[in-house]
């Protein structure tokens, strides 16, 4: 997947019902992968998060924010939709947690897949490897003079430390072309995702953390992070 063809990503994260996600994560994979991306999306990835059990997270990506308005019209106005909204919506406490991202820089998007998505209904192995997205906030927009300093002084020590990075998103600051799914808004983000051969290699980078006192001058508070497991018909893995 090319920045070009995907620069505006909504990350989604959902609180589900105790004991619901796999329930949920069952029936995104066999019924709304395709589905959305033949109305005009992609499905770039959908995970486990590791430290909360009633935490779902994916991503998709647009063309541009009104090709959003029509892709998502066209889904949740559409027939698999509709068939299967009930039992999606009973899983879900709040699915409200949404951020709506752009890159960085041109060449900072998701990575081509580096393999096909395993087929619906076909028994798949989930990938050993993890994911890691790391959220950034401030007080104000993050400009060119903080991507340039995260790509030429922070990117390289998080890539020695073991991470190998993905890319790099901020906030999209466009109005919500959607607005019957809502978006959060008023803030100021920063997002890199990285990925680890496994748990045990992103708890080896997360007890050790990388310090940069120049960027933690740059950020405001502590970042977010969230440890992702991809689920067995996740394309970013």
Request: charged share 20%; aromatic share 10%; glycine share 6%.
């Amino acid at each position: 997947m090319s920045t070009l063809r995907y620069p505006v990503v909504e990350l989604r994260q959902y609180t589900l019902r105790p004991g619901q996600r796999d329930v949920l994560i069952s029936l995104f994979d066999r019924e709304f992968v395709e589905s959305q991306e033949a109305a005009g999306m992609a499905i770039v990835g959908q995970f486990r998060d590791l430290d909360d059990p009633d935490r779902f997270v994916w991503i998709r990506g647009f063309t541009s924010m009104p090709a959003r308005a029509t892709a998502l019209a066209s889904f949740y106005g559409g027939p698999v939709w509709k068939q299967h909204a009930a039992a999606a919506n009973a899983t879900m406490i709040d699915s409200d947690n949404v951020l709506l991202l752009r890159p960085a820089t041109a060449r900072s998007g998701f990575p081509a897949p580096t393999a096909p998505r395993p087929l619906a209904g076909r028994q798949a192995t989930a990938a050993p490897s993890c994911l890691l997205v790391t959220l950034y906030y401030r007080d104000r927009p993050f400009d060119a003079a903080f991507t340039t300093f995260f790509e030429s002084e922070a990117r390289p020590l998080l890539a020695a430390a073991g991470a190998t990075p993905l890319a790099r998103f901020q906030t999209e600051y466009a109005e919500n072309t959607f607005p019957a799914l809502p978006v959060r808004t008023g803030e100021h983000v920063f997002a890199w995702f990285a990925r680890f051969p496994g748990p045990d290699h992103l708890g080896a980078y997360l007890r050790a953390p990388v310090s940069s006192p120049a960027l933690e001058g740059m950020i405001t508070g502590e970042p977010q992070r969230l440890r992702l497991a991809p689920t067995s018909r996740s394309l970013l893995r």
